[in-house]
């Protein structure tokens, strides 16, 4: 069946501007994640979505992310006022209730000039 | 706090020789899973293997085989008879708790295997 899909495959944006991140878990999915990969940082946590539970947002690094997830499918990572350090590949993932192999998207590689 | 370690950061190995990727981890909980993922140059991350933290029981699957041993904390990858397709990054990530949890992932191991 299809895999997680991302949305846009690539993103070149301007230091200070918003941008919207999204992620399609594979269906029947009901826990979603988010990682950020950097060659400084390499893979991090940022947030985790499991069915109506109050996601987890302990790995997000300001208040400038932020993520939801309508009608527990699509979810969105918004990063507002880019800054350079932003830059980076956001991976999104989803694995099926009660088990714990997370499966990861292509990712979406964000580029902040 | 959990942590994992991937000492290794880059092998560099001639196609058809074995070659072992080395994981040690670090938490508290009795509870946790251990994972391996590769990261072709394509860039998508492929799961490899799950065990979780009452299962030492060593686990082959082709080429592949895992050393699991809680003494050491360590969580060991062997590729046998390597070949061209193996070149990759290796990530070894443990997660603790409850279902689904985050994971906490080593910075990786880049696999070169050369023809």
Same mark, same amino acid.
């Given at each position: 069946?299809?895999?997680?899909s991302?949305?846009?495959?690539?993103?070149?944006?301007?230091?200070?501007?918003?941008?919207?991140?999204?992620?399609?878990?594979?269906?029947?999915?009901?826990?979603?994640?988010?990682?950020r990969?950097?060659l400084?940082?390499?893979?991090?946590?940022?947030i985790?979505f499991?069915?109506?539970?109050?996601?987890d947002?302990?790995?997000?690094?300001?208040?400038?992310?932020?993520?939801?997830? %309508?009608?527990?499918?699509?979810?969105?990572? %918004?990063?507002?006022?880019?800054?350079q350090?932003?830059?980076?590949?956001?991976?999104?993932?989803?694995s099926?209730?009660?088990?714990?192999?997370q499966?990861?998207?292509?990712g %979406?590689?964000?580029t902040?000039? | /706090?959990?942590?994992?370690?991937?000492?290794?950061t880059?092998?560099?190995?001639?196609? @058809?020789?074995?070659?072992?990727?080395?994981?040690?981890y670090e938490?508290?909980?009795?509870?946790?899973?251990?994972f391996?993922? @590769?990261?072709?140059?394509?860039g998508?991350?492929?799961?490899?293997?799950?065990?979780?933290?009452?299962?030492?029981?060593?686990?082959?699957? +082709?080429?592949?085989s895992?050393?699991?041993? @809680?003494?050491?904390?360590?969580?060991?990858f062997?590729?046998? /008879?390597?070949?061209?397709?193996?070149?990759?990054?290796?990530?070894?990530?443990?997660?603790? +708790? +409850? /279902?689904?949890?985050k994971?906490?992932?080593?910075? +990786?191991?880049?696999?070169?295997?050369?023809?």
């Open positions: 069946g299809a895999g997680v991302q949305s846009p495959s690539n993103k070149v944006t301007e230091k200070g501007k918003d941008v919207e991140l999204r992620c399609d878990p594979i269906s029947g999915h009901t826990a979603l994640y988010w990682y990969q950097s400084g940082q390499g893979l991090e946590f940022l985790y499991q069915g109506n539970s109050a996601p947002k302990s790995g997000l690094p300001s208040d400038r992310f932020s993520a939801e997830r %309508t009608g527990g499918s699509v979810s969105t990572l %918004t990063i507002q006022r880019t800054q350090e932003d830059s980076a590949v956001y991976l999104c993932a989803s099926l209730n009660l088990r714990y192999e499966y990861f998207g292509p %979406t590689r964000l902040v000039t | /706090a959990q942590k994992v370690t991937q000492a290794q880059e092998i560099s190995v001639v196609e @058809k020789e074995d070659v072992t990727l080395d994981c040690v938490t508290r909980d009795t509870t946790y899973y251990l391996w993922y @590769k990261q072709p140059p394509s998508e991350l492929v799961f490899l293997i799950r065990r979780n933290s009452f299962d030492e029981q060593n686990e082959i699957s +082709g080429r592949y895992w050393n699991f041993q @809680k003494s050491t904390s360590s969580f060991n062997t590729i046998t /008879a390597s070949q061209v397709v193996d070149s990759a990054v290796y990530f070894c990530a443990l997660s603790v +708790g +409850g /279902a689904n949890s994971l906490t992932f080593g910075k +990786g191991i880049t696999l070169s295997v050369r023809p």
